[in-house]
């Protein structure tokens, strides 16, 4: 149960990440806080959906995702399927 709740969370994730960057390739993408964040961004790095980076604005740190070639085929799927 608890794996398939953090597997939706992590689509979930891919999802927004596909939708604020209006499905544009190759575009980064700060991370917001999302339920068991930690674990939920573990699990589409794991599936291969998003790869991340630490930034900073200012003196900020910041976790950006990035879809990968196989997050962006699942995600736009979805969209249009």
Same mark, same amino acid.
């Given at each position: 149960? $608890? +794996?398939? =709740? $953090?597997? +939706?969370?992590? @689509? #979930?994730?891919? %999802?927004? !990440? %596909?939708? =604020?960057? =209006?499905?544009?390739?190759?575009?980064?993408?700060?991370?917001? #806080?999302?339920?068991?964040?930690?674990?939920?961004? =573990?699990?589409? $790095?794991?599936?291969?959906?998003? &790869? &991340?980076?630490?930034? @900073?604005? *200012?003196?900020?740190?910041?976790? +950006? *995702? !990035?879809?990968?070639?196989?997050?962006?085929?699942?995600?736009?799927?979805?969209?249009? *399927?």
């Amino acid at each position: 149960m $608890v +794996s398939e =709740a $953090v597997d +939706s969370a992590a @689509r #979930n994730l891919l %999802y927004k !990440l %596909y939708d =604020a960057t =209006a499905g544009r390739p190759g575009a980064w993408q700060v991370l917001g #806080n999302t339920e068991g964040r930690l674990e939920t961004v =573990a699990r589409a $790095v794991a599936r291969g959906w998003i &790869i &991340i980076r630490d930034d @900073r604005i *200012g003196r900020i740190k910041v976790q +950006s *995702g !990035l879809l990968t070639r196989e997050g962006h085929r699942l995600a736009q799927d979805s969209r249009t *399927g």
